[in-house]
C-alpha cells in the first residue's frame, strides 16, 4: 500500500501510546508500521528532496499536529506521552481527524499560519479539504513544480542562441562545474570551419596532458540522438587520440545510443541530454539567478542533551 497521509496517522499514533508511558520516537513509528501494514519498501520511499522517508515525515509531522491540539506531550527530548485530551478522543469513538483537532484553541492558530487565505475567504474550516501532502511535502512539490517550469524556460532560451552560442554556453557550463580549474583559457570552442567533429575541448590539466573533447548537438528536445551520431564522435575522438569525450544535445538519446556509449573500451563518452543539461544549469547558476532563499531549521537536539 501506498504510505498514508499524515492525518491518517492521528490515531494510529494515539494507539501507540495509550498506555499512558514515554514511548521514543522510534518505537511509535514500529508500532504504527505494523498496525497499519506498511511495507518496508514502502517504509524507505523519499521525499522529492532526498533527505527524508515520506513515512518517517508524515508521522513526524502528525506528531506535531497531535502536539499542538494538546492530544500528546513531549516531557524528555524525543519521547512522547498521551494527555488525558489524547485519550478521551480515542475513547470517544470519533474519528480523530484535522476536524478534530480545529476544536483546540491552539491548533486553530497553529493551523491558520498554514492554511493563509483559507480563513480569509470565509471558507467553513470543516469543509476545508484535506491536503495529501505534509508541510514539508507540500514545500518539496512546490520546489520541484518551480524548478520544472524553469528547465522548461531555459530550454526555451537555449533554442533561440545560434550554434556557435549553444557550443559556448556548454563550455562555459564545464567551467562553472569546476572542469579546468585554476587553469587559463581552460574552455575554449573550436573553429566551425575544421573543427574535425569536435566543438569544444576542456583542459583538465596546465600542460594539456588531459583534455576532455566536446561535441553539442543544438536539436529539437523531441527528437533523439541515436547511435551513429555517437559512432561519428568516436571516430572524432580517435582522430584525435583523445579518450574522454562529451556528447551533449538539447535532444533524447536512444536506447542504443546510450548502450553503445556504455561498453565502449580505451575511450569515455559521456552523454548528456536535454533534461540533464538544464538540470545541470539549474545547479551550477548558468543562465539562472537566486530569486529567493527559505531556510528551513530543525531543532539541534545535540545542543539540548546538556544542561545549559
Do not use: H, T
Given at each position: 500500500m501506498a504510505v498514508p497521509k499524515f492525518f491518517e496517522f492521528f490515531e494510529s499514533f494515539l494507539r501507540a501510546i495509550k498506555d499512558g508511558e514515554l514511548h521514543t520516537a522510534k518505537e511509535v513509528r514500529e508500532i504504527i508500521a505494523s498496525e497499519m501494514h506498511i511495507s518496508d519498501v514502502d517504509r524507505v520511499q523519499?521525499?522529492?528532496?532526498?533527505?527524508?522517508?515520506?513515512?518517517d515525515n508524515r508521522v513526524l509531522w502528525a506528531r506535531t499536529y497531535l502536539d499542538k491540539a494538546g492530544l500528546i506531550e513531549t516531557p524528555s527530548r524525543g519521547k512522547y506521552r498521551i494527555t488525558s485530551e489524547g485519550l478521551k478522543a480515542l475513547n470517544s469513538g470519533e474519528k480523530i481527524d484535522l476536524a478534530y483537532l480545529e476544536r483546540s484553541d491552539s491548533f486553530r492558530a497553529f493551523h491558520s499560519i498554514s492554511k493563509g487565505n483559507?480563513?480569509?475567504t470565509g471558507k467553513d474550516d470543516e469543509n476545508t479539504e484535506e491536503k495529501d501532502a505534509s508541510p514539508m511535502e507540500s514545500l518539496d512539490a512546490a520546489y520541484q513544480q518551480i524548478t520544472s517550469v524553469?528547465?522548461?524556460?531555459?530550454?526555451?532560451?537555449?533554442?533561440?542562441?545560434?550554434?556557435?552560442?549553444?557550443?559556448?554556453?556548454v563550455v562555459r557550463m564545464l567551467l562553472n562545474m569546476g572542469y579546468g580549474n585554476?587553469?587559463?583559457?581552460?574552455g575554449r570552442v573550436t573553429?566551425?570551419?575544421?573543427?574535425?567533429?569536435?566543438?569544444?575541448?576542456?583542459?583538465?590539466?596546465?600542460?594539456?596532458?588531459?583534455?576532455?573533447?566536446?561535441?553539442?548537438?543544438?536539436?529539437?528536445?523531441?527528437t533523439t540522438v541515436s547511435k551513429p551520431e555517437i559512432q561519428k564522435f568516436v571516430g572524432a575522438l580517435q582522430g584525435?587520440?583523445?579518450?574522454?569525450?562529451?556528447f551533449i544535445t538539447t535532444a533524447k538519446f536512444s536506447s542504443g545510443a546510450v548502450q553503445y556509449a556504455e561498453n565502449l573500451l580505451g575511450v569515455?563518452?559521456?552523454?548528456v541530454d536535454g533534461t540533464m543539461l538544464t538540470k545541470l544549469m539549474i545547479k551550477h547558476n548558468v543562465g539562472v539567478s537566486v530569486e529567493q532563499i527559505y531556510e528551513i531549521k530543525k531543532v539541534d537536539s545535540d545542543f539540548f542533551v546538556d544542561e545549559l
Open positions: 523519499m521525499l522529492p528532496s532526498g533527505r527524508q522517508c515520506i513515512f483559507e480563513l480569509e524553469l528547465a522548461d524556460q531555459i530550454m526555451d532560451e537555449i533554442m533561440k542562441l545560434s550554434p556557435s552560442g549553444f557550443e559556448k554556453l585554476g587553469i587559463d583559457d581552460a573553429q566551425q570551419s575544421n573543427d574535425g567533429g569536435i566543438d569544444g575541448i576542456i583542459k583538465e590539466d596546465q600542460l594539456g596532458f588531459s583534455n576532455i573533447y566536446i561535441q553539442a548537438k543544438q536539436w529539437s528536445p523531441d584525435q587520440q583523445a579518450q574522454k569525450g562529451l569515455k563518452v559521456v552523454l
